[in-house]
């Protein structure tokens, strides 16, 4: 007799695999238990045990933060592996190896060397594996066979039940925590802060960035209660200045182990300025007691990137893309926008998934925008145009919102307003667009602005 998976072809192309991954439970449905990732990852012969491991939750900022850990560690000549979510064009890019994506070969390689063993947790199961706890094995595989030195993996969702946290980090950092997938995490920043405090784990380092007094109290409690050591953003370690410059920013940083000053980030708005500074302490917690060296710390943030936060993708008219997709978010980039900025008219072209507070992210930008085009990404999770322009006129009021479903339309249509910045009162051509309201708005209008579709 032959089992389920003996019988099963091989992926060939990303799309098959792709399409497999999809077949399985959408990572926005959550079972609260690690009793399959623990039975797949043990099956894998737990892959997760062969590297160290910084682990990095909190509602917004992680994958930034996540990719400033990754060139910083990598300046310290060792191998990273980095495991983020959710992509922006190519769902490949979730699994990184010394701040390289996977290529699609290598990334149907770790598929097919995994896919045998989902068949014999998913009889073994209540329910089958689901789409993100497949894609975090294959992550610590791929990880394990680099081999890698450090992995720097960011939560998909919340933490102490997140299929990532099967690893037991040596540095935990938790970045601001706010209300967002209020269905599945809870409704206030306090029950989100005690679901994301379980990568907090014995022994460990964590990092706290700065938080509410209450969400702070919930995180210290975490950290006692198991004996982490504790280092916190304004106490311990922190933004000293910051200046915008052309390109970015100029900082000073004050780590855990010393000051870095003249340093060059190419990202905009404070919230980068305080990731860098989180990501900083983070690396200074691994490396151990002595200070980074300066010039190393200063050429690793000069490298930083980070698509489609603040990301200038396209010129006459300027184009932003920027993946705020929740009123915290959405809040910061305003910020970065008002600090860095000086457009006028500023378009936006917005997007959002049904379960989001639309309200709050087009109410951040209200200020900014001159005029709205509501539109929509090509997932069944997108709130309509149709919905979204309704939310936006309260907003906005009517004669400043329009409706354009498809989403290279409304950029085109948005692009052309921005040029003829006679009709907002600014007749300089200093126009420009940002396209926003969520990852994958973000991810497709970057694919088309950049002709791979």
Known sequence: MTTPFEDARPAETLAEVEDALLSRW?????????DRIEAFTELLGEPQKSFR??????????????RMIDTLVRALDLRTGRFTSPHLEKVSERISIDGEALSDDEFVRVFNEVAPYTHLVDSDQEHPLSFFETMVAMAYAAFADAPVDVAVVEVGMGGAWDATNVADADVAVVLPISIDHAAHLGDTPTQIATEKAGIIKPGSITILAEQSPDVAAILIERATEVGATLAR????????SRVPAVGGQMLSLQGLRGRYDDVFLPLYGAHQAQNAAVALAAVEAFAGEAPLDADLVLAAFAEVTSPGRLEIIRRSPTVLLDAAHNPHGAAATADALEDSFNFAPLIG???VMADKDADGVLAAFEPHFAHVICTQNSTARSMSAATLAEVAIEVYGEDRVTMVPDLADAIEQAATMAESGEAFGDAFGTGAVLVTGSVVTVGEARALLKGRR
């Not at 990572?27 to 609260?32: F, G």
């Not at 491991?53 to 996540?66: F, M, Q, R």
């Open 349 to 351: 072209v917005v997007g």
């Open 233 to 240: 953003e304004g106490t311990e370690f922190g933004v000293i």
């Open 26 to 34: 959408p990572e926005t449905k959550l079972d609260p238990t690690l």
């Open 53 to 66: 491991v910084i682990h990095l939750t909190g509602t917004n900022g992680k994958t930034s933060t996540s």
